[in-house]
């Protein structure tokens, strides 16, 4: 089945990708720079694990942070650190690609939230088992740790790929206020997630860092890895499709 561009309303000329065309291209834009990063956080944590023995300074920022803990902030951190828990994150991830099919009537664009949740926990999980971080302090946790290592924050990550995902399709939104209204959230929440996940006594600050960068890292990556889905301008990607060298190979 060959690949053909489509027309929006406007005369603009968009990629309209077979299910091959996309598979290849999350293959060869996605899922092999993802097995370089994963590679390449193993090798950070390793650092920060063995020759930096663990960053002993961070355990003391976050009992500092912990002394300063209040019961207002310890309900709102609840919210925002369980609104990336695993099967939230699933669950919000499937909700929001059903919502852009349902809003775009662009399969291949809905892909993208649940595309970079993918990529960011096929990334995550390895990475964080192989490289074994230790929590803070237990006595500081405020939540049940799961069976991952600290390193790297999962929450922290998986809400940079799904928000930071979706505040780049937000871009098609027609009406201005409704537009930056949902991207300043979506670009505002991970920050949240990541301010709870240290509250909570979850993760080091290197952890986060690290996480964040991953989440941001996926989200690119799926967004010039997936036709269309990039909002400023054409990726490679997108010229594959309309050149029509797909159906040549």
Same mark, same amino acid.
């Given at each position: 089945?060959?690949?053909?561009?489509?027309?929006?309303?406007?005369?603009?000329?968009?990629?309209?990708? /077979?299910?091959?065309?996309?598979?290849?291209?999350?293959?060869?834009?996605? +899922?092999?720079?993802?097995?370089?990063?994963a +590679? $390449?956080?193993?090798?950070?944590?390793?650092?920060? $694990?063995?020759?930096? *023995?663990?960053?002993?300074?961070? *355990?003391?920022?976050?009992r500092?942070v912990?002394?300063?803990?209040?019961?207002?902030?310890?309900? +709102?951190?609840?919210?925002?650190?369980?609104? /990336?828990?695993?099967? +939230?994150?699933?669950?919000?991830?499937? #909700?929001?690609?059903?919502?852009?099919? $349902?809003?775009?009537?662009?399969?291949?664009?809905?892909?993208?939230?649940?595309?970079?949740? #993918?990529?960011?926990?096929?990334?995550?999980?390895?990475v964080?088992?192989?490289?074994?971080?230790?929590?803070?302090p237990?006595?500081?946790?405020? *939540?049940?740790?799961?069976?991952?290592?600290s390193?790297?924050?999962? !929450?922290t990550?998986?809400? &940079?790929?799904?928000?930071? %995902?979706?505040?780049?399709?937000?871009?098609r939104?027609?009406?201005?206020?409704?537009?930056?209204?949902?991207? %300043?959230?979506?670009?505002?929440?991970? &920050?949240?997630?990541?301010?709870?996940?240290?509250?909570?006594?979850?993760? !080091? $600050?290197? *952890?986060?860092?690290?996480g964040?960068?991953?989440?941001?890292?996926?989200?690119? #990556?799926?967004?010039?890895?997936?036709?269309?889905?990039?909002?400023?301008?054409?990726?490679?990607?997108?010229?594959?499709?309309?050149t029509?060298? %797909?159906?040549?190979?």
């Open positions: 089945m060959q690949s053909s561009p489509s027309h929006d309303p406007h005369g603009a000329t968009e990629p309209h990708p /077979t299910i091959g065309d996309v598979a290849r291209s999350l293959l060869r834009r996605a +899922v092999l720079p993802g097995l370089i990063a +590679v $390449v956080l193993f090798v950070i944590g390793l650092l920060i $694990v063995q020759v930096l *023995d663990g960053l002993p300074a961070e *355990d003391e920022f976050s500092q912990a002394a300063g803990r209040t019961p207002l902030m310890d309900q +709102v951190t609840h919210v925002w650190s369980t609104s /990336t828990d695993t099967f +939230v994150a699933i669950g919000l991830g499937i #909700t929001y690609s059903l919502l852009v099919w $349902v809003l775009t009537k662009k399969w291949w664009i809905a892909l993208a939230p649940i595309s970079a949740l #993918t990529l960011e926990s096929s990334i995550f999980v390895p964080t088992n192989l490289t074994g971080r230790p929590r803070p237990k006595e500081l946790h405020m *939540d049940a740790a799961p069976p991952t290592s390193y790297p924050s999962g !929450h990550a998986a809400a &940079f790929a799904l928000y930071w %995902t979706l505040a780049l399709l937000a871009q939104i027609p009406h201005r206020g409704l537009r930056i209204g949902v991207q %300043t959230v979506c670009l505002i929440w991970p &920050f949240l997630v990541a301010y709870a996940r240290e509250y909570r006594a979850m993760h !080091h $600050v290197s *952890d986060i860092v690290i964040a960068l991953l989440g941001i890292w996926c989200a690119w #990556t799926i967004a010039h890895a997936i036709p269309g889905a990039w909002p400023f301008g054409r990726t490679k990607a997108d010229e594959q499709i309309l029509g060298s %797909t159906a040549s190979r």
